[in-house]
Each structure stands twice: as structure tokens, then as C-alpha cells.
């Protein structure tokens, strides 16, 4: 990567300090990073007291044969444990662990630690009659209910890794990452609902298994069914009824201890090219990054805070921020089952009223979509109780970034955009809520703890000013351990770029003061004229457009150029059609703001984009479109019909 190319682009000048009273009562304080600075290893190990261990550790860190690190070594810990009977042991019983919110709307309830609790203590007990033993791997697809939390950590609390797999996803998915992972239970429910509607589930798991048995007979042994909707499921001889299993337990369960290297579990992600890779979490290291970012960067205070972060559990942040961080920290959560434009478009506001919510975590996909709804739906709720904001899976446009902390925040909330990774486990690189004057659209430097840095080619950190390869420089507690059953796949895809780095596969700048700005993957960066452009930079230019809601920018083939700029533009609903001159007006719009190289080849006003479960723009689809091929494999979007309406649309633009 070029670095003039990636430094001299958009400009923003605009800084959010935190407001006094906020930054007088953090958790985390700027002494923070010069502790991690002196002492790395022994600030780890002061996070590590966050949580109850049965055995100390007798090293920090092992890394003596590295890429396989071993952290808190000879420690040993339970992690359920750790997220439900110590609370209650320690009294906190009666509290909420999380305000569940489901879908229909009028179906919520609470459930405490103790509840919790005991609902783990009677999944583990229905999980060993099964044979389930420490080790063995058992796959949960299942929708947003409290049995999707229950699952996970009852299979925690045996020490049997647990796959998620993402409830929308097909039988394909599922039955590819039974198979790689070897699981020989799935956990899954009749269906779910959406939009208030049921929508089954179990049809896919019957295919599924169908597939596994053809390719490896008898691997899974059984099926848990939750009854979640009623609706008629053919049943097979594997399936048992979760309410029958689990129901006549023992709510009684006395936990083994673990080794702190122990696998905790497998969360598959979709390479570029090739099979998804299995990224494989381990105990000890994992569950202290959850809680000790979760406890600073979101500066929980668990007694007083509402928290809700929207993340499926299919995606690694409903895992680390919904899941373990916040229940290792004894943190009062909302757990939502349902869309957030049903039954209405102002649904997600009403529940922060509702629950008077103070931490909102949510991902920038969500935050241009409610841009695009306009303003006056948030502003007819109370969201005052709100006192911090997060953001996370893609950089965050800084007009989106302005629009969350005015229009959600009330001009007062600092927000974190948080970077990490599904292989980073939690947060590396953010703003610290207390301490950082934030600039919308960096996720500004690495958390105490964490060495990240941004290099060239050649593996040299870059000059201030400059672009280059995102890397981490150091070892910390909750990186992946390997990629499941394959470790010349983990060495080659993360560790042999740069001598001795984590190489994340984001391409990344440091302006003049050394703050990170991610520029998205390094697979999606463009090559124009033989200047790297990144499409980040350029989607963010298009969203400060006023007319503009969303915007995804890829490069595609020309015989000029080498490759041109090509934008799929969402207009804001307040915009209409835009106007007849919107297009050139749009790639004015972004010659000034980044300057004429940027200036797109083509726009299209379209009215989705299509996106992951998580939220991010498969940019691989678009440069189909743009490049006039058929459109490659769409089974990994959240919905497979906006592919259609965008290459229809594509066909009939000039
Ligand atoms: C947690 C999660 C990881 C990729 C990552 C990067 C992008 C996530 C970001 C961000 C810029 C942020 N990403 N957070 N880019 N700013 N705050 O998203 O995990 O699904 O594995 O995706 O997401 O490209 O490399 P995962």
C-alpha cells in the first residue's frame, strides 16, 4: 500500500471531549495506559483478578512457541462459574440478569442471576445425560431467546466447546460447520419469530443433519428441540424437547474446574475465499478481555447500569458483549429477540424508555438506517437515561458517528467505536469513554494492554500521517488460539505476512496525531490510476452528502484506470428521489471532499445493500454487479433478495 496515496484523503477536524462529570467517575483513567506501558504482562494479570479462579496461574504468559500462545498458564477456572454462581454466591441472586425483550412485542420477561442460575445447572445436568462429556462440541442455532444464553453456558459449564451458528443462516451453513467442528449435539428451536410472524427453524436443522449423516454417519448423536413458536415440526429419531430433557432436571450442578487453555468455543467467519475458518477460543485469556473491556471501555458500573447491546448471538459480539462480558461483570442487560422496525421503526427507542437503558451498543449498519428514517422517530422517546454509546463492526462514518451521539446521545454521551476482530475475542483499539477526545470516524488508539500498530510492506511501523496494514505487535490474553483442527491455515493467514505480528487484514492510516483511522479490508482497497484509494474514506464522503443515507463504494475493472470507483448510494427518506442532478451533484460532492482521483465512475441510487448478519457490506457482490458478471454465492447474506433488486436496478441505469 502506498502511503502517500492513503494520507493525504478527507480531513476532520471535529473532536468530542468527554463532558466532565463523566471523565471524573471512569472506570478506566489515562494512568491506565502508562501502567499497561511499564508492566504489560503484570497489568494483564491485575485483569485477571476480574474474575474467580480456582487455581492461580503460574505465568502470565507463555509464548514460547509462538503463534501458539498460552496465557495464565497452570491456571484453572469454570467460566460459567464465573458468569452466574459467583453472583448468586455472593448474594446478588435477586438481580436482573437480563430484561429479555421478545417478539410479539408483549412477550418479555426478566430473568435473575439465581434463575439463570438454575436454568444452567439443568441444561448441564440434560447435556451429560446425553453423553455430552468436557471436550466434546455441540452447534446452538437457535433465535434470540434466554435458551440461546442458557445453551452456551451450559456447555461452557462442561467444558464442551459450543459452535453458534448464526439462525439465519441456511442448512448448508449449519451442516458445513457441524462437520468441521465435529459436533455431536444441536441445540436449536421449532422456529423463531419475525416481525411477529413464525418462521421455522427446525426444517433447516433436518437438512442439515440429512447432509452430516451422508458425509459422516452417526456424528450427531442428538437434536434438542426448544419449543419456541408450537408450529408442527416433522420430528426425527435424534430429537429430543429441550422442555422435557432440561425440565426434569436437577436445578443443582456442581462445576469441574478447567485448565485456562481449555477450548471455550469455535465461532466460524467467512473468509474471502475458501472455507470459513473456525476461530477457536480458550477459557481463562478469552473470559478476562470480555470483562475487562466490557468493565472499561463501556465504564460499567453494575449496580446502577442498563445495558443493551443489539448483537445477535450468532455474531462474536453477541458472544463477548452480550454474553460473557456482561455476566462475568454482573451486569443488568436487555436482551432483544426482535428487528428494529417492528412493530415499528421507533421499537429499539421505546425499550431504552422502557428500560431506561444507559449503555447502547450497536453496529453502524443500524445507525445509517435510522439516519435514513429521519430524526423525528428517536426524538418522540425519552433516551436521557442513555449515558454512553458504542459502535462496532465497520468504521464508522463520521456523519453517522455525529448523527448517533446528537440525535441517540442528546449531544452528551461520549461513544466508543470499538475495533476488534472474531479473532481478537474483545476490543483492541477504541477510545477510552473517560479519557479520549474522540474524533468521529477513528477508532483513535489501542486500550491499555494491547500494542497494535500500522506498517508498510516491509513490516515498518509508518509515520504519523500515513497508511498502511493494521497489525498487533504483541501477544494479549484473548486472541484466537488457532483456527479449529487447522494450524498451518492460522500461521498462514495471521501470522506470515509480518515477522512476528498479528496481521488483521485492515488497512488503516495514522493521521498527524498518531490516531487510528481503519479503512476497511485490505481485499476491498482500490487501485486507481495507481493510487490505492480506500473505499472507507470515500463511502464516509458520500454519507456527509445530506441527501445521502448509506453509501458502498468498490472498484471495478477499466481499461483507462485499471480500476474505477464505482457507488451504490441509500438516499435519506427526507431526500426523495434525490433530484435530477443528484448523481453528478454526489460525485462533486466527493471530488471535494477527497479530491477528483476519488470521483466515482458511476453511481447508482439503490434501495438496499446487501449485507452479513453482522452488518457488513458484501462489497464481493457489488464488484459483480459492476463488473456486469453473475453474482457469486449470496447464502451469507441477511437477506438474498437485494441482490435481485440491485442488479435489476443496475440493468436498467445507464
Ligand atoms: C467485532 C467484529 C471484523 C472486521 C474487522 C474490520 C471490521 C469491526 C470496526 C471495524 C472499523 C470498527 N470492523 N469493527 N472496522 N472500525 N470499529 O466486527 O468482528 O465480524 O470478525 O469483523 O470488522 O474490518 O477486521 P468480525
Known amino acids: 500500500m502506498s502511503n502517500e496515496a492513503l494520507s493525504n484523503l478527507s480531513h476532520e477536524d471535529r473532536r468530542f471531549d468527554p463532558p466532565a462529570d463523566f471523565a471524573a467517575q471512569a472506570n478506566l483513567t489515562a494512568a491506565a495506559y502508562e501502567q499497561a506501558d511499564a508492566d504489560r504482562l503484570g497489568f494483564w494479570a491485575e485483569q485477571a483478578e476480574r474474575l474467580s479462579w480456582e487455581s492461580r496461574w503460574d505465568q502470565v504468559l507463555d509464548w514460547s512457541n509462538p503463534p501458539f500462545a498460552k496465557w495464565f498458564v497452570g491456571g484453572k477456572l469454570n467460566a460459567a462459574y464465573n458468569c452466574v454462581d459467583r453472583h448468586v454466591e455472593a448474594g446478588a441472586g435477586e438481580k436482573v440478569a437480563f430484561h429479555w425483550v421478545g417478539e410479539p412485542a408483549e ?10 442460575k438454575d436454568e444452567v445447572c439443568r441444561a448441564a445436568n440434560a447435556l451429560v445425560e446425553l453423553g455430552v462429556k468436557a471436550g466434546d462440541r455441540v452447534a446452538i442455532y437457535l433465535p434470540m431467546i434466554p435458551e440461546a444464553v442458557v445453551a452456551m453456558l451450559a456447555c461452557a459449564r462442561l467444558g464442551a466447546p459450543h459452535t453458534v451458528i448464526f439462525g439465519g ?6 451442516s458445513s460447520r457441524v462437520l468441521d467442528c465435529g459436533a455431536k449435539v444441536i441445540i436449536t428451536a421449532d422456529g423463531g419469530y419475525r416481525r411477529g410472524a413464525p418462521s421455522a427453524l427446525k426444517p433447516a436443522v433436518d437438512e442439515a443433519v440429512a447432509k452430516v449423516e451422508a458425509e459422516q454417519p452417526g456424528l450427531v448423536e442428538h437434536v434438542l428441540v426448544v419449543r419456541r413458536t408450537g408450529q408442527e415440526v416433522a420430528s426425527t429419531e435424534k430429537d429430543l424437547w429441550w422442555e422435557e430433557v432440561v425440565g426434569r432436571q436437577s436445578s443443582e450442578h456442581v462445576c469441574e474446574f478447567f485448565d485456562a487453555e481449555h477450548p471455550l468455543y469455535v465461532m466460524y467467519t467467512s473468509g474471502t475465499t475458501g472455507k470459513p475458518k473456525g476461530i477457536l477460543h480458550t477459557t481463562g485469556g478469552y473470559l478476562v478481555g470480555a470483562a475487562y473491556t466490557h468493565w472499561g471501555i463501556f465504564d460499567l458500573k453494575a449496580d446502577t447500569d442498563v445495558y443493551w447491546c443489539t448483537a445477535d448471538i450468532g455474531w462474536v459480539t453477541g458472544h463477548s458483549y452480550m454474553v460473557y462480558g456482561p455476566l462475568a461483570n454482573q451486569a443488568t442487560s436487555v436482551m432483544y429477540e426482535g428487528v428494529p422496525d417492528a412493530p415499528h421503526k421507533g421499537r429499539w427507542w421505546e425499550v431504552i424508555e422502557k428500560y431506561k437503558v444507559t449503555i447502547f451498543y450497536t453496529a453502524p449498519t443500524a445507525i445509517r438506517t435510522f439516519m435514513k428514517w429521519g430524526d423525528e422517530i428517536p426524538a418522540s422517546f425519552d433516551l436521557s437515561s442513555l449515558r454512553l454509546l458504542g459502535s462496532v463492526g465497520e468504521p464508522i462514518n463520521p456523519e453517522a458517528y ?16 470499538t475495533w476488534w476482530q472474531t479473532e481478537t475475542g474483545s476490543i483492541l483499539i477504541s477510545p477510552l469513554p473517560g479519557v479520549t477526545s474522540a474524533k468521529p470516524g477513528s477508532a483513535m488508539r489501542a486500550i491499555p494492554g494491547i500494542a497494535a500498530d500500522v506498517v508498510n510492506d516491509e513490516g515498518e511501523s509508518v509515520p504519523d500521517g500515513s497508511g498502511g496494514y493494521l497489525v498487533i505487535r504483541e501477544p494479549w490474553p484473548s486472541m484466537l ?3 479449529w483442527g487447522d494450524d498451518e491455515r492460522f500461521k498462514e493467514t495471521y501470522w506470515s505476512r509480518f515477522e512476528g505480528m498479528y496481521f488483521a487484514g485492515d488497512g488503516a492510516k495514522k493521521d498527524e496525531d498518531g490516531d487510528v483511522w481503519v479503512l476497511g479490508r485490505v481485499d476491498d482497497v482500490m487501485n486507481v490510476s495507481g493510487h490505492r484509494l480506500s473505499t472507507t474514506e470515500i463511502e464516509s464522503a458520500l454519507v456527509s452528502h445530506p441527501k445521502v443515507a448509506e453509501a458502498a463504494v468498490v472498484g471495478a475493472t477499466d481499461e483507462m484506470t485499471g480500476q474505477a470507483v464505482c457507488a451504490y448510494v441509500i438516499l435519506r427518506e427526507a431526500a426523495g428521489d434525490g433530484g435530477d442532478d443528484i448523481i453528478t451533484e454526489l460525485r462533486n460532492h466527493v471530488a471535494h471532499e477527497i479530491g477528483a482521483i476519488a470521483k466515482p465512475r458511476q453511481i447508482m441510487i439503490v434501495p438496499e445493500l446487501p449485507k452479513t448478519r453482522s452488518g457488513k457490506i458484501m462489497r464481493r457482490l457489488l464488484r459483480d454487479v459492476a463488473e456486469n458478471r453473475e453474482v457469486g454465492d449470496v447464502t451469507t447474506l441477511a437477506d438474498s433478495n437485494v441482490m435481485r433488486l440491485i442488479s435489476e436496478g443496475a440493468a436498467t441505469s445507464t
Open 169 to 174: 443462516f441456511s442448512a448448508e451453513a449449519l
Open 107 to 116: 412477550d418479555a420477561r426478566d430473568i435473575t442471576y439465581a434463575e439463570l
Open 402 to 417: 455525529v448523527w448517533y451521539r446528537d440525535t441517540i446521545g442528546g449531544s452528551r454521551t461520549p461513544v466508543v467505536d
Open 481 to 483: 488460539r488457532t483456527l
